[in-house]
Every structure is written in C-alpha cells, then in structure tokens.
C-alpha cells in the first residue's frame, strides 16, 4: 500500500472558511501535509479532474462546483494513506458518513461535502500529478 494521497479542501469548504478546522482533523489523524496550495479549477480542469465521472448525472453539478472558487489540493502522507484518508473524511454523503468525520461534521450535501480524497494508490498519482510537480514535492521533503 502506498504512503502518500491527494486531499482537496473543495470551494465549500474555502467558502465557510474553515480550512483550519478541517487541516487540524487531518493533521490529528496522522497525516503529514507534503504539499499544499490554494487554486481556483476553470470548468474545463474540474472537467479533467473528475474525467472517470463523465456521463454520471452529477458529473455537471459537479465540475461547476468544483470550480465555482478556490480549492486547496494537498499531498497527504501516512501509512496506507488512501484508505486511512477515507475513513477520517468519511462516506460521500455526510448522513451516512460515521461521527467524528470531516463530512460528518463538516459537510452539508452529498455534493457539497467539503473534501476530496483519492480512492486507490493508482488514482492517487494520477491526482498528485494533476496539481503538483516531482520537483515541489521533493522540494517539501
Ligand atoms: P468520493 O468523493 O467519496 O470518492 P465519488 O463517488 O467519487 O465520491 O464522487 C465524487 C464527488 O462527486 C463526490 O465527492 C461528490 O462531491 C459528488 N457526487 C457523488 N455522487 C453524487 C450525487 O449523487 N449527487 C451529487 N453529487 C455527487
Ligand atoms: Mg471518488
């Protein structure tokens, strides 16, 4: 299992201005933050992100959303780091997320639900390289 995901604060959680609270969550659950930063997605590289969702009826709510404002992609690090990031922001739709969660606590809807994280170690690179380069990420180490 690899040791590294890719968070995204999403434009929600930019919006209710609560990066902080949501960093603190992730950071006192183990993770290590290797990269960081704050962007706006245009429509067309939300469209890009969230590609394996196309043809999906929320893939439209979605990438408007996405780049409806700024959003913080990060690069996680801890052991096993796609499951573990999964389970600290919790299911997609904040009602059946578990208590203690980032969506649980966090979230509003099953579209607006403050965080992004990769599902697999493969998605996982492919995620990191659509925001950061080799070299910022051997530069934060
Ligand atoms: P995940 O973010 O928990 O991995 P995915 O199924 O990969 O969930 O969906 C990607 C994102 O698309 C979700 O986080 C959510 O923002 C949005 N989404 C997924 N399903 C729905 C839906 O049924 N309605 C509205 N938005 C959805
Ligand atoms: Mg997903």
Redo the contacts with the bound molecule.
Sequence with gaps: MGNVTLGILKPDCVRKNIQGKVITKIQDAGFKILAMKQIRMTKQQAEGF?AV?KGRP?YE??TKFMSSGPCVPMVLQKDDAVAAFRKTIGA?DPKDADPGTVRKEFADS??E?IV??S?SDENAKVEIAYFFTNSSLIANQ
Aim: aromatic fraction near 16%; avoid cysteine; charged fraction near 25%.
């Design positions: 969230y969702h929320f709510e979605l997609t099953k579209g639900n992004h994280g599902d």
